[in-house]
């Protein structure tokens, strides 16, 4: 289930320096720096769906979400600036329930993570069942896709599983996008410095070879990387590219399939 809570009785600036306080303590993977909405969606090691902030300025209230499937990690990373911003006199409202200290201690907030976790789950097994598969969690800007097959055992089993994926995917560079409007047809491409990238959809991808720089198609590329380069996203589709170590025989493949940037 998405959760929502409003956070009243803070001003911007204040609340906003909150968050940058509960960020920083969190030790959040990858650019957890606000975007351009100033939106913060925090993913920490355990993290399924990350904790999304935002400051509301037609209501004038802090909003903080999780969405579904969030992890007990998730949870607890909420728990925090949660608990942070009542004591700093907040008022904490979830859908109709007032949260004071009591609802925020990690032991009752703890119970309600792992309620909601179970129920997410069953409901993405319902899914899958009845439409097939797979499922997507979107995060920002890359998703998770879910199957029947990541679903296997008890939900911190499955909690664990997802979660060492989103680790991988969050912490991940953000490729580096070119566009060459001059050539027919014009080309876009991604920079891959061979270490683990997101890269979107493009017509090649841009690596270094012991000649300089050259360019694979991205669909060569997925041939010659094979299960190593993990779709991780749609509307747009992203992918997961992962690091190649200077003895890694594919760096050879590569080699012999780029072609000299130009």
């Known amino acids: 289930m998405s959760v929502e809570c409003k956070i009243s009785g803070l001003e911007k600036g204040l609340f906003e320096e909150l968050v940058a306080a509960w960020a920083s303590d969190a030790q959040g993977l990858g650019d957890h720096r606000p975007d351009e909405e100033g939106a913060t969606h925090l993913h920490a090691p355990g993290s399924v769906r990350g904790v999304l902030v935002w400051f509301d ?22 728990r925090e600036l949660l608990a942070a911003a009542h004591e700093g006199g907040a008022q904490i409202l979830l859908a109709n329930e007032t949260l004071g200290a009591e609802l925020l201690r990690p032991a ?30 979107p995060a920002s800007g890359w998703a998770v896709s879910v199957t029947e097959q990541d679903l296997r055992g008890e939900p911190a089993i499955v909690e664990a599983r997802l979660a060492s994926r989103v680790a991988r995917y969050a912490a991940a560079e953000e490729a580096r996008v070119i566009h060459i409007q001059h050539a027919t047809p014009p080309r876009r491409l991604a920079v891959w410095p061979l270490v683990p990238t997101r890269i979107p959809e493009v017509d090649e991808v841009v690596i270094e070879v012991e000649q300089g720089f050259g360019t694979v198609p991205l669909a060569l590329l997925s041939e010659l990387l094979g299960d190593g380069l993990e779709r991780v996203g749609f509307e747009p589709t992203v992918f997961y590219a992962p690091a190649l170590e200077a003895d890694d025989p594919r760096r050879l493949l590569l080699a012999g399939a780029a072609r000299p940037l130009g």
């Open 108 to 137: 009752a907030w703890g119970e309600r993570a792992k309620q909601a976790l179970r129920h997410d789950l069953l409901v993405i097994r319902r899914i899958l069942a009845a439409q097939g598969g797979p499922v997507w969690l």
């Open 57 to 78: 300025e037609e209501d004038g209230v802090g909003v903080l979400r999780l969405a579904h499937v969030a992890s007990r990690i998730d949870w607890a990373m909420a």
